[in-house]
């Protein structure tokens, strides 16, 4: 994100932050760099993991709202164990977890919910009752990083299931609606608040 290749090498196209990621090979291998920003908007990346809300059945293809510029489509047969008998019984309004096949300025993005193996690897539909909500691109990719404090902390206050979505989409669902509003709160607060002040609060919810 951020960065397009053109005849003289790169070309920066959003203001934020130079970041770079080194490859597991070492320096050799060369690794990756973008430039991290505040947008609110999301731009569809190829592989990056999403949260999509399905908004329409067309055909064999499903329409999914991917908080993008336009909509995805998502073919039935990108379910693990899908064939022309077997469908996945997706409705109008259900969650998918999937990544993008396809996503250029040229063409429609295209999903799927299946590796290159053909294995789910977790992607799919979303349970209907936990909770869904939108944060900054920033904050996603923050939580998305190894072994991230702020999800390492929150597991230490309640046990809940969370899905990650690179388009600034967050689905959490804890055991109680309580619990599970608490932990939206933390999460959306978590982007203003310095590591001391959220082991505060986190303190004080956990009655420590």
């Not at 991290?36 to 329409?56: E, F, L, N």
């Not at 067309?58 to 489509?73: I, R």
Request: with cysteine.
């Amino acid at each position: 994100p951020g960065l397009r290749r053109c005849a003289a090498g790169l070309l920066v196209t959003k203001c934020g932050l130079l970041r770079h990621r080194q490859a597991s090979g070492g320096a050799a291998a060369g690794g990756a760099y973008w430039v991290d920003s505040q947008q609110k908007r999301y731009v569809p990346v190829k592989g990056d993991h999403v949260i999509g809300i399905v908004t329409a059945k067309a055909g064999d293809v499903f329409k999914l709202d991917v908080g993008g510029s336009e909509q995805a489509s998502l073919s039935y047969l990108a379910f693990e164990g899908a064939t022309k008998r077997n469908r996945p019984n997706v409705q109008v309004g259900d969650l998918i977890y999937g990544q993008f096949l396809v996503a250029n300025k040229d063409m429609e993005p295209e999903m799927v919910c299946i590796d290159s193996s053909g294995r789910s690897s977790g992607m799919g539909l979303i349970g209907q009752d936990g909770f869904l909500f939108k944060v900054s691109l920033g904050l996603i990719r923050k939580l998305l990083a190894p072994k991230c404090e702020i999800i390492q902390e929150l597991s230490q206050l309640y046990p809940f299931e969370l899905v990650l979505g690179m388009n600034g989409r967050i689905w959490v669902k804890a055991k109680t609606v309580q619990q599970t509003l608490i932990i939206v709160n933390i999460l959306e607060a978590c982007e203003y608040m310095t590591a001391e002040q959220r082991k505060q609060a986190l303190a004080k919810l956990s009655g420590n």
